[in-house]
């Protein structure tokens, strides 16, 4: 497409549900990020893909959040028993390039609400 | 720590119009990309320009041109002849050679009135 996909636009999950958030990025790109944007504040990394290879995840704030890419296309974000810190903007951004002069293409994002 | 700056959580300005948004960052790495980007109630981050710490010269993109002041690790951004549509969140972000990360800054609240 001819932009960063994510979906759904909207969550809400009771607290202690398992979630699982989804980017489509631009057809091509290598590098694939995710974020985290709680209210009021500006984005947070969560980690990073090169590929299919999560190269960085030292963003992830717990082990209840989980990451994959396994085609080095379409990727998700799972996050386990939520919690209602969790509740957040999920942003994804993908890049054609793997260096770090080049701005990313970012999507909507997901609102997460833990209720 | 790596952290970055926005001292004004609300800017106001009117139409056609200059506004000036500040913006600090700290980093210990000489080699990094600086960027603005705005945010619309879409949600979606909206590249607006970029600025690699190597040159000295400012950038500049239409009506928006950043003031780079390495030494003093400044990076603002200024909006000439503002536009109704100009209206949105404005983040202040880095990323250095060595991490994958963007920082961003906590964000400016824009308003722009008739």
């Known amino acids: 497409g001819a932009g960063v996909s994510q979906s759904p636009r909207y969550k809400v999950a009771k607290r202690g549900q398992d979630v699982a958030l989804r980017c489509d990025p631009i057809s091509g790109h290598v590098s694939l990020f995710w974020y985290q944007q709680a209210l009021g504040q500006g984005p947070e990394f969560l980690t990073y893909?090169?590929?299919?290879?999560?190269?960085?995840k030292s963003g992830l704030p717990s082990d209840r959040f989980f990451a994959e890419r396994p085609e080095g296309s379409v990727s998700t974000l799972k996050i386990q028993r939520t919690q209602q810190e969790d509740s957040a903007v999920y942003l994804c951004?993908?890049?054609?390039?793997?260096?770090?002069?080049?701005?990313?293409?970012f999507g909507s994002g997901t609102r997460l609400t833990v209720v | 720590a790596q952290t970055v700056t926005q001292s004004q959580p609300e800017m106001s300005v009117q139409e056609a119009e200059t506004v000036t948004l500040s913006c600090t960052y700290d980093?210990?790495?000489?080699?990094?990309?600086l960027f603005w980007y705005k945010q619309p109630p879409s949600r979606q981050m909206i590249l607006v320009i970029r600025?690699?710490?190597?040159?000295?010269q400012n950038a500049t993109e239409n009506r928006f041109s950043v003031n780079f002041q390495k030494a003093a690790k400044s990076f603002s951004l200024k909006i000439s002849d503002s536009q109704l549509g100009d209206a949105a969140m404005y983040f202040c972000a880095y990323r250095t050679d060595s991490g994958y990360a963007l920082n961003f800054g906590k964000g400016t609240s824009l308003l722009v009135t008739p």
């Open positions: 600025q690699e710490a190597y040159k000295q």
């Open positions: 980093t210990s790495e000489s080699d990094y990309y």
């Open positions: 951004a993908s890049s054609q390039y793997q260096g770090p002069s080049y701005g990313y293409t």
């Open positions: 893909f090169q590929n299919e290879a999560q190269l960085d």
